[in-house]
């Protein structure tokens, strides 16, 4: 027995010479050339002396505990409480995705029995519009298949053909010529899907193609009127098609600049908050509308016509109504780091400077904000907007706010407050973080990230909600949308 669990410890030990290579490589790499040089000297005088025998080297093994980095070479490492829990959760993501999947397939089936039941009223109908709606619902319902029988990876690795685009427009002004609100929605939908379905990599050139084709006319007339028109409609579905389709559209900076005419007209941006605020806190036209609003917040020109249309109290206000009801996380999450970009700008803080009562009041909501139950994201937020007004500037309002006090009294109750899972530690830390970053930038004590910049994000930093970690664009999809 004892023989074989010397052979069991043995055959876990890594060859020493690879461990010497590693520390020999980590010397060089780091500068050590005496300890190098003497390290060299040592492994050649063990080898032409081998002072224990294999045997003994075994015996030893057994006697003394391995050191560290056996274990962390060794092939057979125990797997952390961490990758566990990772583990798991890929589990249950996996049934839920798959539960997602079947779902999608059950929608199908019932949508193709109700073209089938369509089709069977077309004759009796005698209908020509009804005829082509239903041709149309079948391109379009097909594209959608495509995505679920793919397990949601885009098929398309090509941009929409140069005439395929040209039809869409054409299609998109005769229908607006002739108020047939349906089929402006088809085509506005059947653009959407198509940038959908194209592989993320060419997201970026599918957006500049849009705007090169200058899909809603605006480089043309040097207008807005047809855009404006059609977001002056009052039809929640066209809203929800163009809106979806303008998102698209500003997923880039180059997008954010034809919807603004490179930043001299903010016509489009007035009409999405209008429609913003007349819409059902969480629904998707809501979702879209926000989403558009973010994007175009890391531009500096756009900052004025938000702070002038009343956005930081809508965004407050909206923040204030989810403690107590359900609302959508998406529109929480956009809406929180829509408010900010607006209040990282200079036009935004000189504004602030002016108006110190209105300063007071936000700060107030924000320093109560971060004691109530949030979304981790959100609270995130507002501790960067908290970050951008704990500034010289606004010093009367943090004496009166007991900002110092407060934010200190928060982070003393987050460091103690219990996590349930691993994800919930990691959020955790991450807010942790954070306020050592920004609120006590000479003590690094709480700061193990060593990820952000100290009180301040540089203006092409601003948050991005809409790109992911490689930089490639997400065009926002949700599973309650209805086409």
């Not at 807010?431 to 193990?448: E, G, Q, R, V, Y």
């Amino acid at each position: 027995m004892k023989s074989g669990n010397s052979n069991q410890v043995f055959s876990q030990v890594p060859d020493s010479n690879e461990i010497n290579e590693y520390i020999k490589e980590y010397l060089k790499y780091s500068g050590y050339s005496n300890t190098l040089e003497c390290f060299e000297a040592e492994i050649k005088s063990k080898q032409v002396s081998s002072k224990m025998s294999n045997k003994q080297q075994q015996q030893k093994q057994l006697n003394d505990d391995i050191p560290r980095i056996f274990q962390l070479l060794k092939t057979d490492n125990i797997k952390t409480k961490r990758e566990i829990n990772l583990e798991k959760e890929q589990k249950l993501f996996n049934k839920k995705y798959q539960q997602i999947l079947q779902a999608g397939r059950q929608i199908f089936s019932v949508s193709i029995n109700l073209l089938q039941l369509l089709h069977s009223l077309k004759e009796t109908a005698k209908n020509e519009n009804l005829s082509e709606s239903l041709e149309n619902y079948k391109i379009q319902l097909g594209k959608y298949h495509k995505v679920i029988i793919n397990e949601g990876k885009p098929e398309g690795n090509e941009l929409i053909t140069e005439q395929v685009m040209h039809e869409h427009k054409t299609k998109l002004f005769k229908n607006y010529q002739d108020k047939n609100v349906d089929g402006m929605i088809e085509v506005l939908l059947s653009l959407r899907v198509n940038a959908l379905q194209i592989a993320p990599e060419l997201r970026k050139n599918l957006v500049y193609e849009l705007i090169r084709n200058d899909v809603f006319n605006i480089d043309a007339t040097d207008k807005f009127d047809f855009i404006v028109q059609l977001l002056d409609i009052n039809n929640q579905s066209l809203r929800h098609a163009i809106a979806s389709l303008i998102s698209v559209i500003s997923s880039t900076l180059r997008g954010v600049e034809y919807l603004t005419y490179n930043g001299g007209n903010m016509i489009i941006i007035e009409k999405i908050i209008k429609i913003l605020k007349e819409q059902e806190n969480g629904s998707v036209t809501q979702r879209f509308c926000l989403a558009i609003l973010q994007k175009a917040s890391i531009k500096d020109t756009v900052i004025p016509t938000y702070v002038h249309n009343e956005m930081i109290q809508w965004i407050i206000s909206l923040i204030q109504k989810s403690i107590n009801t359900k609302i959508h996380i998406f529109c929480l999450d956009f809406a929180s780091a829509t408010l900010a970009n607006i209040i990282h700008t200079p036009y935004t803080l000189t504004y602030l400077e002016k108006q110190s009562r209105f300063t007071h009041q936000i700060m107030e909501q924000f320093l109560k904000f971060i004691k109530e139950q949030i979304q981790v994201s959100v609270m995130m937020h507002i501790l960067i907007c908290l970050s951008y007004l704990s500034k010289e500037n606004f010093a009367k309002q943090m004496e009166e706010c007991r900002f110092i006090e407060r934010i200190s009294e928060f982070v003393e109750y987050y460091s103690v407050i219990n996590t349930e899972n691993e994800a919930a530690e990691i959020d955790k830390k991450t807010i942790l973080d954070l306020c050592a970053h920004m609120f006590h930038p000479k003590d690094t004590s709480l700061d193990n990230s060593e990820t952000l910049e100290l009180n301040e994000l540089k203006t092409e930093d601003r948050i991005r909600e809409y790109e992911n970690e490689q930089g490639e664009l997400i065009f926002e999809c949700f599973q309650d949308e209805v086409s």
